[in-house]
């Protein structure tokens, strides 16, 4: 490993692992080594890498640390992925792979200068507390980065007692297990409560999560209030429901005592408890979905719920066995009317198009999809989407975090400089690229003319919500499930038309859908047809999901 990593520490791993071993005599300075690995955990949330990594550094240089919070701390350091996309993600992602391999040699004591083999992280969730959820935005093949990772973490972790073997019920209706920090009023939740409807009639049903309540249905004592919708909608479908703990044993404890024969996880990787959780073999069987788009490099989970809309091929993408479904199941927005689609608010959010007076309308082009998700590869089709249409405004909504926001601009203002080297023009295109605040978002959403779906992460929730307002949502598959969303929506609506097939035909068909009133008018009808008549798919996404679970039970008795 050079010295400097892929988060361009510029510190060599050799002096990083280095010093703490020299120092660990020395009288202890632990509450301000305490103090620094969170100030590097702060940094590193926003996306901060350079004062982040000397945090880190100056953590693991306090005499007297603990080893099990020095190699939590390495951990941090060296798996980072920064919110905002890198420009060359190809070299980020090389690199973290040699420094993860790099770390496992160190944590095994195969390199002689110095081991942390005496030491183990005790408390995953606690002392390393996050997971490389950024990863899936950069648009590659994750299974090798998550495989590694997984072997890191089984060397540097201490394995947790399960307090007894899992084994199937063998009685009664198979119990399953949702389990998830998200099952509440958040996308996860409102994705998930028509599955456990769905299945509720021929399985047991157990949900644990987040601010559920302890509620067993055989107890006679009701079903308990909730401030959730979604929790007191989810409670009239599972026959028990129970609070997750926070403390990675307790959760532990906490599934054991249900014995599900299968668990089902709906977004490995959102929340640092479930990934670490789902490490555990704790029922027979254990699934993930597609809540957070990716593989999650576990040996411990058996099957992988995907879509029949992905390529043909992806054994190369995942390390668990994929199930294929037919049918997306989708959120319950509801229809909404249109509205006027130019009023004066465009000027007051800053959007008209003032920059020609050949423009008698603007044409707004929304980009829904989370900002630090915008990959390079989407500014590139942002770019000639304005070039070609000189009357166009781009839309991004900002984040919260005023860092990422920063940090978008800045790499989109040093790509543009680039791509638009030997043009004749740049057509104002910078100019027309517009950030608008986040609370803002619907009131312009009801002026946009066409919907960007970002590439090669795309929407799903954010599509959802788009079509349901009527709008067209333009989009470009990408080799991942996480890039198929929009265009398994729209082919189970019945408008694959719009759905492009390369960057080229993207382009053309955005700027088609924006300047044609007429086409865009006639779009709008199919898609409104299509989203009242064809999109919610409830029942036979109840029967698929029915059938799915039905079916890896019974195979995982047949072995």
């Not at 160190?106 to 490389?132: H, L, Y």
């Not at 069987?285 to 099957?303: M, N, Y």
């Not at 590139?380 to 984040?399: A, H, K, N, P, Y």
């Amino acid at each position: 490993m050079t010295a400097s990593s892929h988060n361009n520490h510029g510190i060599s791993f050799f002096y990083l692992t280095l010093t703490p071993y020299y120092l660990q005599t020395l009288p202890p300075s632990s509450t301000l080594s305490v103090a620094l690995s969170n100030l590097g955990s702060a940094l590193s949330a926003i996306g901060e890498t350079e004062i982040m990594s000397l945090a880190y550094y100056a953590s693991l240089s306090q005499p007297g640390n603990d080893l099990s919070d020095n190699l939590a701390d390495v951990i941090k350091w060296v798996t980072y992925v920064p919110p905002v996309n890198p420009v060359d993600t190809g070299i980020f992602r090389d690199n973290l792979i040699e420094d993860v391999k790099s770390l496992i040699e160190v944590v095994e004591g195969g390199r002689n200068c110095w081991t942390f083999k005496a030491a183990k992280v005790r408390d995953p969730v606690t002392q390393i507390g996050k997971t490389v959820f950024h990863l899936s935005h950069q648009g590659e093949n994750d299974k090798e980065i998550m495989e590694v990772l997984s072997y890191l973490y089984d060397s540097a972790i201490v394995p947790i007692n399960i307090p007894q073997p899992p084994e199937p019920s063998n009685n009664g209706k198979i119990r399953i297990a949702f389990v998830s920090t998200l099952l509440y009023d958040h996308s996860i939740g409102k994705m998930m409560i028509q599955v456990m409807r769905s299945l509720s009639s021929t399985f047991e049903i157990i949900a644990i999560g987040t601010n559920y309540p302890y509620y067993n249905s055989n107890d006679g004592l009701g079903i308990p209030e909730s401030d959730d919708a979604v929790i007191s909608h989810a409670l009239n479908y599972v026959s028990k429901s129970s609070p997750l703990p926070s403390n990675l044993n307790d959760a532990v404890v906490t599934l054991s005592r249900v014995k599900p024969d299968i668990i089902f996880y709906p977004d490995i990787g959102m929340s640092p408890l479930t990934y670490f959780l789902a490490r555990i073999r704790l029922a027979p069987i254990q699934s993930v979905w597609w809540g957070h788009p990716i593989t999650t490099g576990l040996e411990e989970i058996d099957f992988f719920f995907g879509l029949d809309y992905e390529l043909e091929d992806v054994r190369g993408q995942y390390s668990e066995q994929i199930v294929r479904f037919e049918y997306i199941n989708t959120a319950p927005f509801a229809s909404v009317p249109d509205g006027p689609e130019v009023t004066d608010e465009l000027t007051y959010f800053g959007i008209k198009n003032n920059e020609s007076s050949d423009c008698s309308k603007t044409n707004v082009y929304m980009v829904l999809g989370r900002l630090f998700k915008i990959h390079t590869s989407f500014e590139t089709l942002m770019f000639r989407i304005l070039e070609e249409d000189t009357c166009g405004v781009i839309v991004l909504i900002t984040e919260k975090q005023v860092n990422w926001n920063n940090q978008v601009h800045d790499r989109i203002t040093r790509h543009f400089h680039e791509w638009s080297v030997g043009k004749p023009e740049d057509n104002n295109i910078l100019s027309r690229i517009r950030y608008v605040s986040y609370w803002n978002y619907v009131r312009i959403l009801a002026h946009a003319d066409t919907i960007l779906d970002t590439y090669p992460y795309g929407g799903c929730l954010t599509a959802q919500e788009g079509l349901s307002n009527g709008k067209v949502v333009i989009t470009l598959p990408s080799d991942y499930v996480r890039g198929r969303f929009a265009g398994k929506m729209l082919e189970q609506m019945g408008v694959a038309s719009i759905i492009a097939r390369d960057e080229d035909d993207y382009v053309r068909k955005a700027v088609k859908v924006a300047t044609d009133g007429e086409f865009r008018k006639a779009v709008k009808r199919e898609i409104r047809k299509g989203w009242e008549e064809e999109i919610h798919k409830d029942s036979e996404v109840a029967e698929e999901w029915g059938s799915a679970f039905l079916e890896i039970y019974k195979s995982a008795h047949a072995k």
